[in-house]
């Protein structure tokens, strides 16, 4: 069956929503996502646009930066020190990848880990690696989610995920770690790809090579989460699981896009929310 990632996400972002509207009732607040774009990637821009849209939807008060892909890091850094101080923004975005002069580790430090919505200061990624409360990256608790969405219990399972970086790989292994799953994780020097992918019940793929992953390789009945976001020269995007294939093999299978992609936004919007509630806590 397919896993659809779109209709897990309104679900999730009409819960959200609803929230919004009881903390302006209540408390008069607004949530504010401080959002900071760097040059003029087309990539970026339109993952920007999709995010100040859905902000809109449930009522977030998103505030764009844009800045000319000659800015120094020094500026970048005041700017960031700004969205820190500044009372009615609550979550911090910094969309990826920054420009080559500018180091993103110090940019993300910067970022205070209370306004760290993405979850990538390492504080937060600390806090998971430690089983805290933290803030948890968007794309991993998306991937927990639609998990959960198809009852589906890492518990005792195998678990494979295919890729290694801070944002998707390394955290989503935690996450699952966390859930009791037992966890093998594969990168690029893997010895035997398709063996560690046969024995996978639920099996996580964020490489970002298209089809990389053949359907024939895949366990009959796992559970298969496409990360992968491949532009193809057609224009269209395709994952990095060969999907008519695997699906045959798969009990349940993410698409792309409508499957990884809707969810990771909606979490930005959760965290952002839970950010605004945090900093009312705070204020007491
Ligand atoms: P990175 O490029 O940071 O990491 C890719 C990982 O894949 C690396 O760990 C790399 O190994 C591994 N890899 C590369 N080639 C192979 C191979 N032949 N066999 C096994 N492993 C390999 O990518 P991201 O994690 O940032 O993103 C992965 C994909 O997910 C991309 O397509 C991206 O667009 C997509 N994505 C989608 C999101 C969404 O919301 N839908 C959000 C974030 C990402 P090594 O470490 O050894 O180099």
């Given at each position: 069956?397919?896993?659809?990632?779109?209709?897990?996400?309104?679900?999730?972002?009409?819960?959200?929503?609803?929230?919004?509207?009881?903390?302006?009732?209540?408390?008069?607040?607004?949530?504010?996502?401080?959002?900071?774009?760097?040059?003029?990637?087309?990539?970026?821009h339109l993952y920007v646009r999709l995010k100040e849209k859905s902000c809109k939807e449930v009522g977030i008060q998103s505030r764009e930066h844009l800045l000319p892909a000659s800015v120094s890091e020094k500026e970048l850094l005041s700017l960031i020190h700004n969205l820190n101080q500044d009372?009615?923004?609550?979550?911090?975005?910094?969309?990826?990848p920054l420009p080559a002069h500018i180091r993103s580790e110090k940019?993300?430090?910067a970022v205070s880990p209370q306004k760290d919505v993405d979850?990538?200061?390492?504080?937060?990624?600390?806090?998971l690696l430690l089983g805290g409360e933290g803030f948890k990256p968007c794309t991993p608790m998306g991937i927990m989610k639609l998990l959960d969405s198809i009852g589906c219990d890492p518990k005792g399972k195998n678990v494979t995920v295919v890729?290694?970086?801070?944002?998707?790989?390394k955290p989503v292994a935690l996450m699952l770690?966390?859930?009791?799953?037992?966890?093998?994780?594969?990168?690029?020097?893997?010895?035997?790809?398709?063996?560690?992918?046969?024995?996978a019940d639920i099996l996580i793929v964020a490489?970002?090579?298209?089809?990389?992953v053949r359907g024939d390789w895949i366990k009959p009945g796992a559970v298969v989460i496409d990360v992968g976001s491949n532009r193809l020269p057609s224009g269209k995007f395709a994952g990095d699981v060969e999907f008519e294939s695997a699906k045959e093999r798969a009990s349940w299978i993410s698409p792309v896009p409508g499957g990884v992609g809707p969810m990771t936004i909606c979490m930005l919007l959760?965290?952002?929310?839970?950010?605004?509630?945090e900093s009312l806590q705070r204020e007491g």
């Open positions: 069956m397919i896993i659809d990632g779109k209709a897990v996400a309104r679900e999730v972002q009409k819960e959200i929503k609803e929230e919004i509207e009881g903390l302006k009732r209540r408390w008069g607040m607004v949530p504010g996502l401080g959002v900071v774009l760097v040059g003029d990637d087309p990539a970026s009372k009615e923004i609550h979550g911090i975005l910094v969309q990826l940019i993300l430090e979850g990538f200061h390492p504080f937060n990624q600390g806090m890729g290694r970086s801070n944002i998707v790989g770690l966390a859930r009791h799953a037992t966890v093998t994780i594969c990168h690029s020097r893997t010895a035997r790809l398709k063996d560690e992918v046969g024995r490489i970002g090579k298209a089809g990389l959760f965290n952002t929310l839970r950010a605004a509630k």
